[in-house]
Nanobody
């Protein structure tokens, strides 16, 4: 089971750190990613960190502003989001895969202008 947390209301230019915690399995054994879904839009990829080498990949809009990282001691993956923009407003979901495919519940991020 995955649990996403850390969402909230922030002003444009502010920061939030999202957390994705796992129970029942070890996140370090899986690739983990963050996705987001804005109202009326499809769920889109934001960032991921791979299982084997810990390589990271970001969507263009997240590059330079967001950082995905692991805290293996806490069985958690974080998404540090800086310089937030109103267009970052969405429900953010974490996903873990390979092996398996797990989705956490969403956490709402609202960025006011």
């Amino acid at each position: 089971q995955l649990q996403a947390s850390g969402g909230g209301l922030v002003q444009a230019g502010g920061s939030l750190r999202l957390s994705c915690s796992a129970s029942g399995f070890t996140l370090a054994d899986l690739s983990v990613g963050w996705f987001r879904q804005a109202p009326g839009k499809e769920r889109d990829f934001v960032a991921a960190i791979t299982r084997k080498f810990g390589s990271t990949v970001y969507t263009d809009s997240a590059k330079g502003r967001f950082t995905i990282s692991r805290d293996n001691a806490k069985n958690t993956v974080h998404l540090q989001m800086n310089s937030l923009k109103p267009e970052d407003t969405a429900v953010y979901y974490c996903r873990a895969w390979s092996p398996g495919n797990y989705w956490g519940q969403g956490t709402l991020v609202t960025v006011s202008s």
